[in-house]
């Protein structure tokens, strides 16, 4: 119920129209008189979506930077997971500390921060000069690069601590099993060691995907306007068009896209609990 | 080949090549020692084992077996020594590269993969011949008897198929030597005993050299040609199960396997290769067969005899040499046998183990029964050490 009612209130919100009134959209029963309640459904909204590139650019744009983002994430993260997982005890915890610390900065701050970095006079720029390796700054804020630097960054712990849960739980003595019957320390890894953390490697995978795709303090704060993402979109939509309901339906669209991969999530889940 | 060796060495029997001294060893463990920071787990290990044996490495927990067993695997080197398979320095080559299978305690059997697939991974990394691996797996699977499996996956096998699977992918490599880590511990013990003999079969049917770690002494003497026995990182005795059993070289294999009473004491004489000793704990001489060059009067020993070898006579034997009269403070019935603890008035704690050869439904000898306990010369063993 509590994440079901406002879903169905922005669900509500996408089929109104929208109207010059305070909330801006019409209701959607309205009493005729006495006997007769009408309801009026706007799919006007989902067709507007749908005729104006505008919106497909931008969810396709989103959906492009949220892959790259967590292939990079899974590139970065898993052999940090990994490195984890086979440290002494000792070391295991203070690691992992490390890799939860940015959590007790506020995220707003931290990817502000990065402005102060990449800037022209940014921090980055202002090293490579020093030590000759550039002449002349290169540009680095606002731009995809910035984006993807932002989403990985803010977005790597949530890899690694799913990882790290798999990789921690797998039998040290599978891959002992394994080089015992010829496999090289790379074969172990491929045939053993990657196929057991599937289940993490998709956890991972789609606690940095899903919220990747609608992710709109990176981009506003790190990104250009050329290349809009979708959250950008839905916030345009509601606070500077004061248009509730394209605004819902970008929402909902939104979340179309996003049930499809959480329902495979799901059920990769069921059938790992089935062989287990 | 038979008579070649026994040119070579006329008394020798075939099956005991250790007595041979130009019989080489199949593997030899030179002076191994294996230290974790400042934990000594194997101390100046020294041990040869021939072809075709099944070696039992038998210990306590902490004893340091498997970590000898790891070593020969290669999952870990020696801080000192080397390791010989078949004339081969393996001390340090990886465990992909060594011609010996391990069997895991944990079966480790790859939860991703069916049966077939689990067996047929070693072939698949050596680069056999699709055809061939086919064939070699099947023929392992009917050696474990497992052919109708070969679909499913790890975790939908009971615990006594799992092992055979975890045999089969060992064996299917056709290795060198088996290495078997506490093989039956996982079982319940019918299928255990079951099992043992199972093992025992396979053993004999490929030919290749098993070496077993156990915690279970009978398990050892039941299966193996030799056991070592260690403790604390140190082998103290390797024999045959019945001189392991029968002449055990030191006080810790002695108490370790089987029973025994041992009665401290000092030598006091010798005669008709006899020790004598006497003992504090007991009013009577004490009398031991020996064969060796007898010991100074005053050396300190130990005189052992195991429970089945102490006879329960009805007269009282007064002050006849290996006798003494007891008083029974505990007893089990097992069916076969009954297991006493007989108590001296000097207050020393003797087994005795009597078969119970007939039908009674009554004990003939019950509990706070006076009883008069004697054993043979033979019977008894000198310890030193």
């Known amino acids: ?276 | 080949m038979d008579v070649v060796r026994n040119t070579a060495d006329p008394d020798i029997p075939s099956d005991q090549p250790w007595l041979s001294s130009s019989e080489t060893p199949f593997i030899e463990i030179r002076n191994v020692s294996k230290q974790f920071g400042s934990f000594v787990a194997l101390q100046n290990v020294n041990l040869k084992i021939y072809k075709g044996e099944l070696f039992s490495l038998l210990g306590g927990s902490g004893c340091g077996k498997t970590t000898l067993l790891r070593l020969i695997a290669g999952f870990m080197m020696p801080t000192q020594g080397s390791i010989i398979i078949d004339g081969q320095d393996m001390t340090n080559v990886p465990p992909h590269l060594r011609p010996v299978n391990m069997m895991f305690q944990s079966y480790a059997l790859f939860p991703h993969m069916n049966v077939f697939n689990n067996i047929a991974y070693g072939l698949k990394k050596e680069g056999v011949a699709k055809a061939e691996i086919k064939e070699r797996v099947e023929d392992a699977l009917n050696l474990v008897q497992l052919r109708p499996y070969a679909t499913r996956k790890p975790h939908q096998l009971s615990g006594g198929q799992r092992q055979r699977v975890a045999l089969a992918r060992a064996l299917v490599k056709r290795p060198k030597a088996l290495l078997l880590d506490e093989p039956l511990a996982a079982l319940d013990k019918k299928l255990r005993e079951h099992t043992q003999y199972e093992l025992m079969n396979i053993q004999h049917k490929v030919g290749i050299t098993f070496i077993v770690v156990t915690h279970d002494q009978e398990e050892a003497m039941t299966l193996s040609t030799r056991i070592a026995v260690m403790d604390q990182g140190q082998v103290y005795q390797v024999g045959r199960p019945t001189e392991i059993y029968e002449y055990p070289n030191c006080r810790f294999t002695a108490d370790f396997i089987g029973t025994m009473t041992i009665f401290e004491g000092r030598v006091s004489g010798f005669s008709n290769s006899q020790m004598h000793v006497q003992s504090p704990e007991l009013s009577n001489e004490l009398l031991v067969k020996y064969m060796g060059a007898p010991l100074p009067v005053g050396t300190s020993v130990g005189v052992a005899i195991r429970p089945e070898k102490i006879v329960i006579s009805p007269q009282n034997l007064h002050d006849r040499p290996n006798s003494v009269n007891a008083k029974v403070r505990d007893l089990g019935y097992f069916g076969g046998v009954t297991s006493y603890r007989m108590v001296t008035d000097s207050g020393k704690l003797i087994s005795v183990n009597l078969t119970n050869v007939g039908r009674d439904i009554n004990l003939k000898i019950d509990w706070d029964a006076e009883v008069h306990l004697s054993w043979s010369a033979d019977a008894a063993i000198l310890l030193t050490e």
């Open chain 1, 1 to 276: 119920m509590f994440f079901l009612i406002p879903f169905l209130i922005v669900l509500k919100i996408s089929l109104a129209d929208s109207a010059l009134a305070r909330p801006p959209f019409t209701p959607l029963l309205t009493w005729i008189d006495a006997q007769h309640l009408s309801l009026t459904i706007t799919i006007g909204n989902y067709q507007y979506l749908w005729q104006n590139s505008l919106y497909i650019r931008a969810y396709l744009n989103s959906l492009m930077i949220a892959s790259i983002s967590t292939v990079l994430c899974l590139l970065i993260g898993y052999p940090m997971a990994f490195a984890i997982a086979r440290a002494r005890t000792e070391w295991r915890n203070i690691m992992l500390l490390m890799v939860m610390l940015p959590f007790w900065t506020p995220f707003l701050l931290r990817v502000y921060a990065w402005t102060g970095l990449l800037d022209q006079n940014g921090l980055i720029n202002r090293f490579l000069e020093w030590a000759h390796v550039i002449s002349s700054p290169l540009t680095m804020l606002y731009t995809p690069f910035a984006v993807y630097l932002g989403i990985i960054y803010s977005y790597l712990p949530f890899m690694v601590l799913p990882l790290y849960a798999t990789l921690e739980r797998l039998d040290a003595t599978l891959d002992d099993a394994a080089s015992d019957l010829g496999a090289r320390p790379r074969s172990v890894f491929f045939d053993i060691t990657l196929p057991l953390s599937m289940p993490g490697i998709i956890a991972g995978s789609l606690l940095v995907f899903i919220p990747a795709v609608g992710e709109f303090v990176i981009p506003d704060l790190l990104g250009s306007d050329s290349n809009v993402m979708i959250g950008r979109v839905l916030y345009d939509e509601f606070f500077s068009n004061r248009d509730w309901p394209t605004a819902s339906a970008v929402a909902i669209a939104l979340l179309v896209a996003l049930v499809v991969p959480i329902i495979l999530f799901q059920y990769y889940q069921g059938k790992q609990l089935e062989s287990s």
